[in-house]
């Protein structure tokens, strides 16, 4: 860790010469793009754009995750310095990450607001490029997944989450933060027998085929045998990875908007997480950040943590195939 470049590196998100390798600038100074990368339209030779979605429509309780994408980004100030501990790998040196800026849509026009995201997306992956995207509420995961399918076929999801968001909504001009995952599964976007939702915890009739792994028996059933059924559950279709925070109990990430007792602590996560190196991950977000219910900041520093988790995954499946 070179900290003595400190004295001289500082706003890299501006001023590196290179998509690839470590930051040295003070974690508490310059320009805090997603883990230092650097800030850029130009998508020539990137293998993974990281967006921000600063979008909040709705949420069941409390409002505020639009502000999730910049506190993530603050938090992950604290990440750049070394490779991903526990991975085995390099995924900032071997990668062109970039921090590709958020979203930019009219907030008063919320009806075209689907269309303008799908369109986002899109475009980075035309470009060759992965997503991995900061929200936002989860109402986000839809849109995104309309452009992945777009490139892969219906998609297999992994979607760590509180709440199924499969509630029954055949609206499908209602953006719900709530129904997106039904939507997905209804137009075709996700194959549920090749889907999984890990850490529900609320009620719901009808989960459309997909397979659950409830918060209850994470805790019975210990993170290796998690990992084991997921795998099996995914095999080696492609998969995009959507991780709602409030998966994690409140204790450990209390800014978000629909908090649930009973959640996964962030070392199941983190382990989770870990062990899934091997699916084919094409994609990913994290969402529902809600910084204005967190002055510890917790819940961002997990977000963080969650979408450079994703792009390790990325990173495995991309090169070690």
Known sequence: MALEDAKNEVDTAFTRKSPRGYAFENAFAGATSFLRRTYTKD?????????????DQAVTHRTGTRFGPRAIREASSLQPYDPPQGWGTDPLEDLAVIDYGDLAFDYAKVADFPDRLTDHIRTILDAGAASITLGGDHFITWPILKAYAEKFGPMSVIHFDAHSDLWADDDLTRIDHGTMMYKAVRTGLVDPKRSVQIGIR??????????????????????????????????DHPVYLTFDIDALDPAFAPGTGTPVWGGLASWQA?????????VNLVGGDVVEVSPPYDTTGATAIAGAHVAYEILCLHHWAKTRR
């Open 43 to 55: 998508l020539t030779g990137v293998d993974v754009a990281v967006t921000g979605v600063p979008f």
């Open 202 to 235: 609320t009620f719901c009739d009808d989960y459309l085929g997909m397979n659950v792994i409830d918060a209850r028996e994470c805790h019975e059933i210990g993170v290796a045998r998690i990992v084991e059924k997921v795998k099996a559950i995914v095999g």
């Open 270 to 278: 983190a382990a989770i997480l870990r062990d899934l190196a091997g």
